[in-house]
């Protein structure tokens, strides 16, 4: 059974956008008419609690909204972050290995060479999990050669200098794919905002339906900055597709830097 957050993720942000505005449309014109029928059975109800209901059902979704917007905006910037240190990681790791005894400093820069366009990602989940399986098998072919030198000159202090940076670079490696695969807004509350969108929508039309003061342009306006504003927490929080996505630009300045070759499937 697909999980909420796969629907989710399966459909284009703009896709995701209409689908919103459509269904909440349909939820408010759900409430408005609910109104009008209650209020031609009764004449005992008409503004009264539904009103108080409404503003407070208004304000717990800007609440939610803020939170909501907050978590998706913080992860981001931890992906864009961690892309940054881990280009400045690999080209320190890089440099060091210069300072290694042939063969094995040929040999890792090397290997360097090759991880760099591995950790350019793209938009295809497939191809993402493949470079990162071939990613781990540079990491330890890397840490097979340190480990090799390490036994050879167990008190050279280069060498501790580039095994610090190798241990950076890989620790770097499993911080981004904890961030840009695992990390995501909590589906629970993804779920809670949608309800909770449509609950008050429902609940303004009603009170609209039972007050008989109707304002399309405003149900519309108020539909579609809301679909905007969720639609913008979900492209946030989109790890590879959508409108923002996180700048790959440090490594390929890095790519550049050390001569790698081009990623097999680059960015688009």
């Given at each position: 059974?697909?999980?909420?957050?796969?629907?989710?993720?399966?459909?284009?942000?703009?896709?995701?956008?209409?689908?919103?505005?459509?269904?909440?449309?349909?939820?408010?014109?759900?409430?408005?008419?609910?109104?009008?029928?209650?209020?031609?059975?009764?004449s005992?109800?008409?503004?009264?609690?539904?009103?108080?209901?409404?503003?407070?059902?208004?304000?717990?979704?800007?609440?939610?909204?803020?939170?909501?917007?907050?978590?998706?905006?913080?992860?981001f910037?931890?992906?864009?972050?961690?892309v940054?240190?881990?280009?400045?990681?690999?080209?320190?790791?890089?440099?060091?290995?210069?300072?290694?005894?042939?063969?094995?400093?040929?040999?890792?820069?090397?290997?360097?060479?090759?991880?760099?366009?591995?950790?350019?990602?793209?938009?295809?989940?497939?191809?993402?999990?493949?470079?990162?399986?071939?990613?781990?098998?540079?990491?330890?072919k890397?840490?097979?050669?340190?480990?090799e030198?390490?036994?050879?000159t167990?008190?050279?202090?280069?060498?501790?200098?580039?095994?610090?940076?190798?241990?950076?670079?890989?620790?770097?490696?499993?911080?981004?794919?904890?961030?840009?695969?695992?990390?995501?807004?909590?589906?629970?509350?993804?779920?809670?905002?949608?309800?909770?969108?449509?609950?008050?929508?429902?609940?303004?039309?009603?009170?609209?339906?039972?007050?008989?003061?109707r304002?399309?342009?405003?149900?519309?306006?108020?539909?579609?900055?809301?679909?905007?504003?969720?639609?913008?927490?979900?492209?946030?929080d989109?790890?590879?597709?959508?409108?923002?996505?996180?700048?790959?630009?440090?490594?390929?300045?890095?790519?550049?830097?050390?001569?790698?070759?081009?990623?097999?499937?680059?960015?688009?």
């Amino acid at each position: 059974m697909m999980r909420f957050q796969q629907l989710i993720d399966s459909l284009p942000i703009v896709g995701l956008f209409v689908a919103f505005v459509i269904f909440a449309l349909i939820t408010a014109e759900f409430g408005y008419r609910l109104g009008r029928w209650w209020q031609e059975r009764t004449s005992d109800e008409k503004e009264g609690p539904t009103a108080m209901i409404v503003g407070s059902l208004l304000a717990l979704m800007a609440f939610l909204l803020a939170i909501t917007m907050g978590m998706a905006s913080d992860r981001f910037n931890t992906r864009r972050g961690v892309v940054l240190d881990e280009a400045n990681s690999v080209g320190t790791t890089y440099l060091r290995a210069g300072y290694l005894p042939e063969p094995a400093s040929s040999e890792t820069k090397a290997l360097l060479r090759e991880y760099v366009p591995l950790r350019i990602l793209t938009d295809d989940l497939t191809d993402v999990r493949a470079r990162i399986a071939r990613s781990v098998e540079i990491q330890e072919k890397l840490w097979s050669i340190a480990e090799e030198l390490a036994r050879a000159t167990p008190d050279s202090d280069v060498l501790a200098l580039y095994i610090a940076s190798l241990n950076e670079m890989i620790d770097l490696h499993q911080t981004r794919v904890i961030a840009g695969l695992y990390a995501r807004v909590p589906e629970t509350i993804l779920i809670l905002l949608l309800l909770c969108s449509m609950l008050t929508l429902a609940m303004v039309g009603y009170n609209a339906g039972l007050t008989l003061r109707r304002s399309p342009l405003t149900a519309v306006g108020l539909v579609i900055v809301l679909g905007a504003v969720i639609t913008l927490v979900v492209d946030l929080d989109r790890p590879r597709e959508g409108f923002l996505k996180v700048s790959q630009q440090p490594l390929i300045y890095l790519q550049e830097q050390i001569g790698a070759p081009p990623p097999a499937n680059p960015p688009k």
